[in-house]
Structure formats: structure tokens, C-alpha cells
């Protein structure tokens, strides 16, 4: 569907994006995700052909930005970070404004309105000026815009931001709704938002990619170090050391607190093996108490820390 081959920008001597490339299949939700001044606005910026790549190609379909630019944007729906909305307009007259502009058949454009209305979740509001909406109301409103003419991919630039936490939900389930039929690029600064969502992560640091990949693979892919938690009632912790740092593959125990009685340690283990039976099994020779044993999961944030620190 979409194929990006040695994108690059450079704003005078800033190169805000490098030399990336990657392919969208039709019907993939794929998150961009950075630090801020990563790239990820430019990028989209050139994808929607906002923005005019200093090199590099970008194919949408059979079309080429270069030579044909219309035809691309015809295929695109794009709602950037601010919905650029008419405040003083009602939002019926502005969705019928932005159908008349789309060329949309006038025997069409009631029955769509009405659709993006119900599935945009504003129909409680399309006889209110878009100037005393909410922010969560303005981003519906500028989905609807984004979807008038039924495009076959969608681009959305921190399509939450600013949003509270019901809004985010809400905003996240219709792109997630809309994603069964629709092709979608979405940069987020949420990363449970995006994990959540999409069936594929691009992260990308300083103008380079850095990773892409799903979720899961992403987890797999980032070796580290294992972390295991435990509490222990009825024992210090010196005697705990000394007895735990016989099991061989624990590096490290350090105390996270001591409350009550109740002693909780975070062991460093020299790999990702997980060895919480051998230390259930050290533990059980004991008279120490086991309340409570895990081990600390690969999460998305810190694969995306630790990924746009070290790169």
C-alpha cells in the first residue's frame, strides 16, 4: 500500500529526518512513536505531502509523491495534532462545508454526515458552534473531516493529545473501529495508547529508525537483563543475601523497603532466563515466609527508553 524508501528532510543544516524507509501493508494500523523532536511530524508532514522531501521517495500504491501528488492526497484522510476547525461554524455546516469542498454527491452527502456523525460519536453536538466544544468533541469533529470522502489510509499526529483519560478511551476505540476497513499512521506520545492499538511499531530517534517491529517482537527482540520482586515475611535481609546469592544466575539483591515486618527485594539476574522455581526451592528449605515472587515484564516504555537513550 505504502512504501517509503531513504526519506530524508533537512531543514537548512538540521537534518530532522534520515534516510528511513519502511512499507505499510493495506489494513495495518502502525504507530510512529519518539522523544519529541524526533521526526515523526516531518515524516507524516512529507507522507501526506504537506511537506516536500529533500530525498527520498515515498509510493502510495501506483502513484509517486513526486509526479503525482493529487492522486495521493485523493487516497488520504489526515487530522493533524491541532484539528484545524472553523470555531465560529456549527459543526453540521462545517461537516457539510468540508463534503461540498470534497465533492461529495449531494444525494451522498446527508447519509454520510449522518454516518461519521454516529460513528465520530457527535451527534449530540452537530447544531453547537465548534468554538464551545471540548477538546475531546473538536478531535471527533475532526475525524469526521479526516473520513468525509471515505479515504483508504488515514494519518493522525497525536490524535489524543491533550485529551483526559475517558477522552483518550473514546478517541482510541473509533480509531480502532475505523482501522478494521482502513489503512492508519498514527504518531503518539502514549505508549500504552499504541500498544493498545496498533498491530506494528516504528520507533524513531533523532531522524532514524530504531526499531520496527509489533509489540510482542519488539519485547523479544530487546535482550536486558532479568528483574525479579520478592517479599518475605519473618527474616532480615542480610540472612536472605547470603542464602540467595548461592543460586547460581542471581547477580545482585538490593532491599526495596522493609514495612511491617515485610521485607521486599528486587534481584538482578545475569539473563532473561526466568529462575523464580530454583529460587521458590531455596526459599521452601527454609522457615522464611513467601508472600509474593514475579518477575518484572519487558513493557513498552522501557523497550522505547531504553532504545531513544541509547541511540
Request: net charge negative; hydrophobic share 35%; with cysteine.
Amino acid at each position: 500500500m505504502i512504501r517509503v524508501e531513504g526519506l530524508t528532510k533537512y531543514y537548512n543544516d538540521l537534518c530532522a529526518v534520515d534516510q528511513i524507509s519502511f512499507d505499510i501493508s493495506k489494513g495495518e494500523i502502525m504507530g510512529l512513536l519518539g522523544p519529541n523532536g524526533a521526526g515523526k511530524t516531518t515524516t507524516l508532514q512529507m507522507l501526506t505531502g504537506f511537506l516536500r522531501p529533500t530525498s527520498g521517495s515515498i509510493r502510495v500504491k501506483d502513484y509517486n509523491i513526486d509526479e503525482h501528488s493529487l492522486q495521493i492526497k485523493k487516497l488520504l484522510g489526515y487530522l493533524p495534532e491541532s484539528a484545524p476547525l472553523y470555531h465560529d461554524m456549527l459543526v453540521y455546516d462545517y461537516l457539510d462545508y468540508v463534503a461540498n469542498i470534497r465533492g461529495i454527491n449531494s444525494s451522498k452527502k446527508i447519509s454520510r454526515i449522518r454516518y461519521l456523525a454516529d460513528l465520530c460519536g457527535i451527534i449530540e453536538v452537530m447544531h453547537k458552534p465548534i468554538g464551545e466544544l471540548s477538546k475531546g468533541f473538536k478531535q471527533r469533529v475532526g475525524l469526521a473531516h479526516a473520513m468525509m470522502n471515505d479515504p483508504e489510509i488515514l494519518v493522525f499526529d497525536e490524535p489524543t493529545s491533550g485529551l483526559d483519560p475517558n477522552q483518550i478511551i473514546e478517541i482510541r476505540d473509533i480509531i480502532k473501529q475505523i482501522g478494521k476497513e482502513k489503512t492508519i499512521i498514527l504518531s503518539t506520545h502514549i505508549l500504552s495508547e499504541a500498544e493498545a492499538t496498533c498491530d506494528r511499531i516504528v520507533i524513531i530517534n533523532q531522524g532514524k529508525i530504531v526499531a520496527d517491529d509489533s509489540t510482542e517482537a519488539l519485547k523479544q527482540s530487546v535482550k536486558g537483563k532479568n528483574l525479579i520482586n520478592i517479599s518475605l515475611e519473618n527474616v532480615g535481609f542480610e540472612s536472605v543475601k547470603q542464602q540467595l546469592l548461592t543460586i547460581d544466575g542471581i547477580e545482585d539483591i538490593v532491599q526495596v523497603n522493609e514495612d511491617n515486618g515485610i521485607l521486599n527485594l528486587k534481584l538482578t539476574c545475569r539473563s532473561s532466563a526466568d529462575i523464580r522455581g530454583d529460587i521458590y526451592r531455596n526459599i521452601r528449605q527454609t522457615d522464611w515466609i513467601l508472600l509474593e515472587i514475579h518477575q518484572e515484564a519487558q513493557t513498552l516504555e522501557k523497550i522505547f527508553r531504553k532504545l531513544t537513550r541509547e541511540n
